[in-house]
């Protein structure tokens, strides 16, 4: 079975266009789709892959043992400038972020991604972290987790849904999958389509506090604008509205420059536009894209590029 079908993998490519000697950021390795996609187009570059996961980085190795140029990285992205610098690298080409889990994670019962699979609840998608999805629950307060649900998930019963396992782990700790998907049947009815989509903000939402994911995403972000090189590329794709949402803004910030209110008849906030978007409106798989891989309908693609005489 396919680790992880690479999601809109030409437009990355043809975006990134790389070019022998160019230095590439794969911030998202996962089983490293997109980077031998990358490394077909043009072996001759330096590929620095990032994945949080060990797992992952095994099946990428794996994938790219023909290819030279690639470096391995076992961290979370909001490590990339420290990690770029531990390897001296002080420019990049391009980079690609292809947010959130692979289908493999989701697919691996023993990670605990999936309300249908009996497992423990881990979601950590480094094994390092310290708290498993468990742990967040059965330690949160009703507040936290309601906060969670909410913020994360968008969750229109999230006060209900915490109230309900709060009362739950005081019998018994919260540990498996489908303990969660039993707490959620009591707030909706068990098998409606209500009920279904619940679990999937649930876990959704879960997953994102376990991973800190949106914590991390706009200061990476960042990290990866200011260390392109101009007329280098950053590529996102994401695949819920509030990753995309982060992206939108902060490609916008760099894109905008100076923020001093129109009245200040001299800037005094000292930033320079940093980025030139190449489009206005995200890019969305076609249906034939969506047809061979249904996990790719929500992906969103925004890119863009560093101007010159920014560094
Ligand atoms: C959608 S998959 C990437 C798939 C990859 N592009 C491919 O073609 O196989 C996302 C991967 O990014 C990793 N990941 C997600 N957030 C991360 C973060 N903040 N830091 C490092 N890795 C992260 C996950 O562990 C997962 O392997």
């Known amino acids: 079975m396919n680790y992880h079908i690479p999601v809109l993998a030409e437009n990355c490519v043809q975006t990134l ?3 022998p000697g160019g230095v590439y950021v794969d911030a998202t390795l996962g089983g490293g789709g997109h980077a031998k996609a990358l490394l077909e187009r043009c072996p001759q ?5 990032f994945d949080a996961d060990s ?15 690639v470096e391995y990285v076992h961290a979370n992205f909001s490590r990339l400038r420290t990690e770029l610098a531990l390897r001296k690298v002080k420019a990049i080409d391009g980079i690609l972020f292809d947010l959130g889990v692979s289908s493999h994670q989701l697919d691996t019962p023993a990670r605990g991604f999936s309300f249908d699979r009996e497992a423990p609840l881990d979601m950590r998608m480094d094994a390092r972290i310290a708290q498993t999805a468990a742990d967040v629950l059965n330690e949160a307060t009703e507040r936290e987790l309601a906060g969670i649900f909410r913020s994360y998930g968008e969750e229109p019963s999230a006060g209900r849904i915490a109230r309900e396992i ?9 540990q498996t999958t489908k303990d969660l998907a039993r707490i959620i049947d009591k707030v909706y009815p068990a098998g409606t389509r209500d009920a279904l989509k619940a679990k999937v903000r649930v876990f959704q939402s879960l997953r994102i506090r376990v991973n800190r994911e949106l914590e991390v995403l706009e200061p990476a972000l960042r990290d ?6 101009p007329g280098g590329r ?17 490609f916008l910030e760099a894109a905008a420059g100076c923020v001093c209110p ?4 001299l800037c005094v906030c000292g930033r320079k536009k940093q980025l030139r978007l190449l489009q206005r409106k995200p890019v969305s798989p076609g249906p034939e894209e969506t047809a061979a891989n ?10 863009a590029e560093k101007l010159m005489g920014e560094s």
């Open 294 to 303: 249904p996990r790719s309908r929500s992906a969103r693609l925004r890119a």
């Open 17 to 19: 266009d790389p070019h």
């Open 234 to 250: 950053i590529v996102v794709i994401s695949y819920h509205s509030l990753e995309d949402r982060i992206v939108k803004t902060t």
């Open 55 to 69: 797992e992952a980085l095994a099946e990428a190795r794996n994938k790219l043992s023909d290819a030279a140029g």
């Open 224 to 229: 990866a604008i200011n260390i392109l090189r």
């Open 45 to 49: 570059i330096t590929l620095y892959g």
């Open 262 to 265: 129109p009245r200040i008849p």
């Open 166 to 174: 709060v009362r739950q782990r005081g019998e018994k700790p919260i």
